[in-house]
């Protein structure tokens, strides 16, 4: 694993490739930046934003869309929002982890009420929404909504509560959006954001641990960690040219920095497996 940038985030969030620029974007998501990497360089630019962002997606326009605290975005260059959905009518409140689906739909979940500490509910969820602003809840009941991904054949939907340290394996069907939990589930301690490779492995971050977990997807267990450079892993993807470079990105919220001094800088691995280029929306 190595240092690519020690840009000391307060949490790395939602790192994802964008081809068209041959940048890696991620999200200082307290610290109220988006941040695009050159992992070739290792040059990094900071775009100062006016609301923190959890997550990016991006249209077939190359748009980004963001996830926040007052829901789903397009964000324009002058930081100022488009709607994707009636935000009068569907209240996605403290958007957390998000995703593009095989379907190009947005998937997008939220942190519960009693996460963030306003109420005692248990009330995160998962959606969906389509170009048309069609928003679905798929998952209810849910602490704090975290990663998620789906397998190479597109038939099977990965997510986790993190809040549960479970991460659940849903039969995903692609035309219709609708998912349905397999019975199927891993236990990984700290589980944050995660990716897939093209052999239906899981790399998972896990938050507190120090490493990425792999998690065979077949048998549902966990076959390696990979150590990162930095106490607190909050997300993982693959990216480059050939999509086999696994980039970890990392939070210095609640380090200790007298002895993680690489805490919330982000890493990059050259593998010798790949993943997917990220679907986009619309």
């Not at 209240?91 to 306003?118: C, E, F, L, W």
């Not at 479970?166 to 069907?173: A, P, T």
Request: charged residues 25%; negative net charge.
């Amino acid at each position: 694993m190595k240092l690519i940038s020690n840009k000391h985030c307060i949490i790395g969030e939602g790192p994802i490739w964008n081809e068209n620029e041959r940048k890696l974007y991620l999200t200082n998501g307290m610290g109220f930046e988006i941040c695009m990497l050159d992992i070739y360089t290792g040059t990094l630019t900071a775009r100062k934003l006016d609301v923190g962002v959890a997550a990016i997606a991006f249209d077939r326009n190359n748009r980004i869309i963001v996830s926040r605290k007052d829901g789903v975005f397009i964000l324009n260059d002058d930081n100022t929002t488009n709607e994707l959905y009636d935000t009068k009518k569907f209240k996605i409140s403290y958007a957390n982890d998000m995703k593009v689906g095989p379907d190009g739909r947005i998937y997008v979940g939220t942190q519960s009420s009693k996460r963030i500490g306003v109420s005692d509910d248990i009330d995160g969820k998962l959606y969906s929404i389509d170009k048309n602003g069609n928003v679905r809840i798929l998952l209810d009941n849910i602490q704090l909504s975290n990663g998620l991904d789906w397998s190479m054949d597109e038939k099977r939907l990965y997510h986790t509560d993190s809040d549960t340290n479970i991460i659940k394996e849903y039969d995903f069907d692609k035309a219709s959006g609708n998912i349905a939990f397999t019975g199927r589930q891993v236990e990984v301690c700290g589980v944050d954001g995660f990716t897939i490779d093209k052999n239906d492995n899981i790399f998972a971050a896990c938050w507190g641990q120090g490493h990425i977990a792999v998690i065979d997807t077949a048998t549902m267990k966990i076959i390696d960690h990979i150590p990162v450079g930095a106490n607190i892993p909050a997300s993982c993807t693959f990216c480059g040219d050939d999509m086999d470079i696994l980039a970890v990105v990392t939070a210095s919220y609640g380090a200790d920095l007298d002895s993680d001094t690489n805490a919330g800088c982000t890493f990059i691995k050259n593998c010798n497996t790949s993943g997917r280029k990220p679907y986009i929306f619309g």
